[in-house]
């Protein structure tokens, strides 16, 4: 069974810096697209970085030129370094990731999220 898992977010001061991590783990086939989702209370989620398998990125408006999104496919993992964090910032962040196992077809999976907060 596919999983997976976030850490690394935290409460932080406005100014400051967080890195997200997020590893996939389970019987894998492949990665295409891993990206990071943020939902903040009463607000819809919504993308902010995405990354393909080579290494191309999209990034949403609010976080370009503060945020980079990495990963590392030798250890299937994600990456979300975040700089200048603004209070707007704060929401849970969720790491997805478009997987084929043996068993099933490219499918998108979601972890179970990581509280960021932003204190002005």
């Known amino acids: 069974q596919v999983q997976l898992v976030e850490s690394g977010g935290g409460l932080v001061q406005a100014g400051g810096s967080l890195r997200l991590s997020c590893a996939a783990s389970?019987?894998?086939?492949?990665?295409?697209?891993m990206g990071w989702y943020r939902q903040a209370p009463g607000k819809q989620r919504e993308l902010v970085a995405s990354?393909?398998?080579?290494?191309?990125?999209h990034y949403a408006d609010s976080a370009k030129g503060r945020f980079t999104i990495s990963r590392d496919n030798a250890k299937k993992m994600v990456y979300l370094q975040m700089s200048s964090l603004k209070p707007e910032d704060t929401a849970v962040y969720y790491c997805?990731?478009?997987?084929?196992?043996?068993?099933?077809?490219?499918?998108?999976?979601w972890g179970q999220g990581t509280q960021v907060t932003v204190s002005s």
């Open positions: 990354i393909t398998r080579v290494g191309n990125t």
């Open positions: 997805n990731a478009e997987i084929m196992t043996p068993l099933l077809p490219m499918s998108h999976y």
């Open positions: 389970g019987i894998i086939f492949s990665i295409n697209d």
